[in-house]
C-alpha cells in the first residue's frame, strides 16, 4: 500500500455573493487545495480569501484553471484552439501565482478543471498544450493528472514534475477516464462507501473501475469535489479511515 498520499479538493468556486461549499471547513482536513482562478469559477477576492486561509493552515496551494464559461461551471466541453487554451491556463496560472505570493504563500501545483480536464485526458495533444503552457510560466511546478489517462503518458514524455490522482467521489470507465456525470452512479454521495473504495485501491495500487477491472497506477494523491452537499463528511470520512489504516497525510 502507498503509505503516504495527498488529500486533495477543489475550492475557491464561489463567485462574488454566492458561495460554493464549504471552504474554510475543507482546509481543515485536506492536505492540498486546487482553488479556481476566475474563468470557471472564483474572482480574485475569492481566491485572495481561500488562499490565505490555505497558507495559514499550512495547505499545499494549487492553480485549478478551466474553460471560461461562469455559467457552465466549467463543465461544458469549448471547441477553442489550442493557441487561445494555452494562453488560458498561462494567463489563470499567472493570477494564482499573483494572489498566492500576496497571500504569503506559493503555487506549488496545477490540475486542469472540468470539461478541460476530460478532454486532456482523452487527448494527449490537448494535455501537452495545456501543460506546456503551465510549464513555460513555471518550469517546477508539479501538474496533478488522471492517472492513467493520456494526461499521464504526457507528463511522462514533458519530464516535468507530476503526480498521479485518483477520485474518492467518482465512478470510473475501464480506461481510467471518469463516468460521465450524466449517467447514473457516476459520482459517489456515501462517505463510508467511498472511505473503503479508496482503501482498496491504494491497497491494489491500481484505479478500480465500476466494471470491477484493476487499471495499475501511481497514486500520488486522492481528489474529492468541494462542490458537493457531503464534501466534508466524505473528506473527514475519508481522512480517519485512511490515518486509521496507517496512511499518512502530506502535502505533495
Not at 140 to 156: C, G
Not at 188 to 207: C, E, P, S, V
Request: proline share 4%.
Amino acid at each position: 500500500m502507498t503509505r503516504s498520499v495527498d488529500l486533495n479538493s477543489d475550492m475557491g468556486e464561489g463567485f462574488g455573493p454566492w458561495q460554493m461549499g464549504d471552504d474554510a471547513a475543507l482546509l481543515d482536513i485536506v492536505t492540498s487545495a486546487n482553488i479556481a482562478c476566475g474563468f470557471h469559477a472564483g474572482d480574485p477576492d475569492v481566491m485572495a480569501r481561500t488562499m490565505q486561509i490555505a497558507h495559514e493552515k499550512g495547505v499545499g496551494i494549487g492553480a485549478h484553471p478551466g474553460f471560461a464559461d461562469l455559467k457552465g461551471f466549467g463543465r461544458r466541453r469549448l471547441p477553442i484552439a489550442h493557441e487561445e487554451l494555452a494562453n488560458a491556463v498561462a494567463y489563470q496560472l499567472g493570477a494564482a501565482q499573483a494572489m498566492a505570493r500576496r497571500a504569503g504563500g506559493r503555487v506549488r501545483h496545477l490540475k486542469l478543471h472540468g470539461a478541460l480536464a476530460n478532454m486532456a485526458s482523452e487527448d494527449a495533444e490537448l494535455a501537452r498544450v495545456c501543460y506546456q503552457a503551465a510549464l513555460d510560466v513555471d518550469p517546477d511546478i508539479v501538474i496533478m493528472v488522471l492517472a492513467a489517462t493520456a494526461m499521464e503518458s504526457t507528463v511522462r514524455e514533458l519530464g516535468c514534475n507530476w503526480a498521479g490522482e485518483i477520485f474518492a467521489d467518482r465512478a470510473y470507465e475501464d480506461d481510467a477516464t471518469l463516468v460521465d456525470r450524466r449517467k447514473p452512479g457516476a459520482v459517489l454521495h456515501d462517505a463510508q462507501t467511498a472511505a473503503k473504495r479508496i482503501l482498496g485501491m491504494l491497497d491494489a495500487g491500481a484505479i478500480i473501475a465500476e466494471s470491477g477491472k484493476h487499471i495499475p497506477c501511481r497514486i500520488d494523491t486522492i481528489c474529492l469535489h468541494g462542490d458537493t452537499p457531503d464534501a466534508v463528511a466524505m473528506a473527514r470520512e475519508i481522512r480517519q479511515h485512511l490515518t486509521a489504516a496507517g496512511v499518512e497525510l502530506a502535502p505533495l
